[in-house]
């Protein structure tokens, strides 16, 4: 059974304090690891795909990275703007295809 | 603008009483799912469809319907909502089965009392 498991739960930051955040996953034979953002009261929202160990990916302050067992997104000088639940998700062979595994999300919290 | 629209946002309902969510992308999208998100289970699968008229159970399908009749619309049934149905319901949709990022819809709150 595919699983996600993403750490911190929660994490408070002051403005302009890089940190990362972890994805941890176990799937037989990955299709693809993906980064979604979501806002209170909102959708998930689309921010990455990784598709092999070793792969980056860069949006303004946020840069993914992938390795066999984990993923990380990393934060650069965040702004409050940047406050959200990140999730990730990992995608594998299904009889259906694109069944998304999701954790169960990271709080980001930046202060001034 | 491309998106995916539900409705209702919001749904009070009472136990047994059948109630309906719609979905509607504009994207031409072939790939639909429903899922559904609770505190500390994240989000889960309830259903899938590939294309038209071609559906298929996600992890926890019991209790929900879909049906898919046109490639915008995948609605989702509750034909006998009971309390542990109470929950944060998302469309999604793709442009294809696999390897392509999903589009959100904004979500629907049900509470069943």
């Known amino acids: 059974e595919d699983q996600v498991t993403q750490s911190p739960e929660a994490l408070r930051l002051q403005e302009g304090e890089s940190s990362s955040l972890n994805c941890s996953y176990t799937v037989s034979g990955l299709r693809g690891l993906f980064w979604y953002r979501q806002d209170p009261g909102k959708g998930p929202e689309f921010l990455f795909t990784?598709?092999?160990a070793g792969e980056e990916k860069e949006k303004e302050r946020l840069k993914a990275t992938l390795t066999k067992k984990e993923s990380f997104l990393h934060i650069t000088a965040p702004k409050p703007e940047d406050s959200a639940t990140y999730l990730c998700a990992v995608q594998a062979p299904t009889g259906g295809g694109n069944k998304l595994t999701f954790g169960t999300g990271t709080q980001l919290k930046v202060e001034l | 603008e491309a998106q995916v629209t539900q409705n209702p946002r919001y749904l009070i309902t009472v136990t047994g009483k059948k109630l309906t969510v719609t979905c509607s992308q504009n994207m031409n999208h072939e790939y639909m799912s429903w899922y559904r998100q609770d505190p500390g289970l994240g989000l889960r699968q309830i259903y899938y469809s590939m294309n038209v008229e071609v559906t298929d159970k996600g992890d926890v399908p019991e209790g929900y319907k879909v049906s898919r009749k046109e490639k915008r619309n995948f609605p989702l049934i509750l034909e006998s909502p009971s309390p542990n149905q109470t929950s944060l319901y998302f469309c999604a949709s793709s442009l294809f089965p696999r390897d392509t990022e999903a589009f959100f819809g904004q979500g629907t709150r049900l509470t069943v009392v």
């Open positions: 990784l598709y092999s």
